[in-house]
């Protein structure tokens, strides 16, 4: 059960460094980054670069708590 609230707790502290706001911008520069690079490059598919534009994404909706 300590295991579970020293995750919370750092869970929460990683989470109050960062604003929804600072969140969808790296969301849109990751996805413009990835539609530049698959319309210059011909074949170009990256599942890691659209994964992490998606994490960023969802990242946007987890309820941040700023305080204790």
Same mark, same amino acid.
């Given at each position: 059960?300590?295991?579970?609230? &020293?995750?919370? &707790? &750092?869970a ?6 960062? +604003? ?17 690079l =698959? ?6 598919? +990256?599942?890691?670069? =659209?994964?992490? $534009? $998606?994490?960023?994404? $969802? ?6 708590n700023?305080g204790?």
């Amino acid at each position: 059960m300590e295991k579970l609230k &020293a995750l919370n &707790a &750092a869970a929460n502290r990683y989470l109050s460094r960062y +604003s929804k706001k600072q969140f969808l911008l790296a969301f849109v520069l990751t996805t413009a980054l990835n539609f530049l690079l =698959s319309y210059t490059i011909p074949d170009y598919t +990256s599942f890691y670069l =659209s994964s992490l $534009g $998606g994490f960023f994404f $969802g990242m946007m909706f987890l309820k941040h708590n700023t305080g204790a």
